[in-house]
Nanobody, 125 residues
Framework: QVQLVESGGGSVQAGGSLRLSCAAS????????MGWFRQAPGKEREGVAT????????WYVDSVKGRFTISHDSAKNTVYLQMNSLKPEDTAMYFC??????????????????WGQGTQVTVSS
């Protein structure tokens, strides 16, 4: 049984930093896509960052480029999202997700079928 467990959320002031972790069990992504998504109240869920664990290729939504960094530790089977220079508009529930098999592009959102329970990030001004 695949489980993705997020941690690291919390409340910070604007300009602060948080690091989210996503520990995977029952799933060993040697060459797979994993990603972080977020959903704010009243808004649609959006992809924030993805990583291809085979070559560590990454993608970021424009609004977080230069501030967020996604990484993967294969030894710990964990994906991280380092979030710096946080803004109030980053406030959302953040979810870790993964694609079961190999796919050519990590931005095919409908292929993410493994999901974590989410961790709340709140940024105050």
């Amino acid at each position: 049984q695949v489980q993705l467990v997020e941690s690291g959320g919390g409340s910070v002031q604007a300009g602060g930093s948080l690091r989210l972790s996503c520990a995977a069990s029952g799933y060993t992504p040697s060459s797979n896509c994993m990603g972080w998504f977020r959903q704010a109240p009243g808004k649609e869920r959006e992809g924030v960052a993805t990583i291809y664990t085979g070559n560590t290729g990454t993608w970021y939504v424009d609004s977080v480029k230069g501030r967020f960094t996604i990484s993967h530790d294969s030894a710990k089977n964990t994906v991280y999202l380092q979030m710096n220079s946080l803004k109030p508009e980053d406030t959302a529930m953040y979810f870790c997700a993964a694609v079961p098999g190999r796919v050519p592009y990590c931005q095919q959102w409908w292929l993410y079928t493994y999901w974590g329970q989410g961790t709340q990030v709140t940024v105050s001004s």
